[in-house]
């Protein structure tokens, strides 16, 4: 059973930055970052797909940075200018079926992490 596992979550004040990490037990096509705020549906933050391949949620776009190291099977997301409104658990999953369509569909990712909390204040 591949496991994935994330750290780097926390509390942080607004205007703050923490860089999330996840590594995979098994081998990866696609990694991305997902969040669950509380009274709302799980959504999608970033992507990734080889050292090029990217995409991100417009809520995030210029604030986080995705990155995937293939041959270790992790993943990196660094979150600058942290709002209040980032405040979730976010989830790490990963993939070995999916394309550079894929990277923000949530039901393209098989394996899923336990979920780290970040936690912004304002």
């Known amino acids: 059973q591949v496991q994935v596992v994330e750290s780097g979550g926390g509390s942080v004040q607004a205007g703050g930055s923490l860089r999330l990490s996840c590594v995979s037990s098994?081998?990866?096509?696609?990694m991305g970052w997902f969040r669950h705020a509380p009274g709302k549906e799980r959504v999608a933050v970033a992507g990734?797909?080889?050292?090029?391949?990217?995409a991100y949620a417009d809520s995030v776009k210029g604030r986080f940075t995705i990155s995937k190291d293939d041959a270790s099977d992790t993943l990196h997301l660094q979150m600058n200018s942290l709002k209040p409104e980032d405040t979730a658990m976010y989830y790490c999953a990963t993939s070995y079926g999916c394309s550079t369509s894929d990277l923000l569909q949530e039901e393209k990712y098989r394996y899923w992490g336990q979920g780290i909390q970040v936690t912004v204040s304002s």
């Open positions: 098994g081998y990866t096509v696609c």
């Open positions: 990734a797909m080889g050292d090029d391949h990217t």
